[in-house]
């Protein structure tokens, strides 16, 4: 299983950027995928996700700005950014986990609300807001 994100880049405050991570090789059903994001020193945190099901969930501070969309047919998954602060800059990865739903604040759990270990991750791609 291979994922590999594009679209990171540098742009100014208040404007957007397209990430997209390509999954290759994932046929696995039902899964849960993920946009993350870590700042250096810092914890990862999830941005949003979408399962295979359809739902899909934003992390507080993503909701109204970002927008994550799974194309079934090439497995491909997006996250639109717009209105992008500062804060906002980080290396954000995309993963994929067996098994889980996307719940709560952008992140992939059971259906008790535990969250599991992602079980494939990308190599990221930076991200960076210029105020």
């Known amino acids: 299983v291979q994922l590999e994100e594009s679209g990171g880049g540098s742009v100014q405050a208040g404007g957007s950027l397209r990430l997209s991570c390509k999954i290759s090789?994932?046929?696995?059903?039902?899964?849960?995928i993920g946009w993350f994001r870590q700042l250096p020193g810092k914890e990862r945190e999830g941005v949003a996700a979408v399962d295979s099901e359809g739902r899909i969930v934003y992390e507080e501070s993503s909701k109204g700005r970002f927008t994550i969309t799974h194309s079934t047919s090439d497995n491909t998954v997006a996250l639109q950014m717009n209105n992008l602060k500062p804060e906002d800059t980080a290396t954000y990865f995309c993963?994929?986990?067996?098994?889980?739903?996307?719940?709560?604040?952008?992140?992939?759990?059971?259906?008790?609300?535990?969250?599991?270990?992602?079980?494939?991750w990308g190599k990221g791609t930076l991200v960076t807001v210029i105020s």
């Open positions: 993963a994929v986990v067996d098994d889980m739903v996307a719940v709560g604040v952008g992140e992939c759990a059971d259906y008790d609300g535990l969250v599991y270990p992602m079980d494939y």
């Open positions: 090789d994932y046929t696995y059903t039902p899964y849960c």
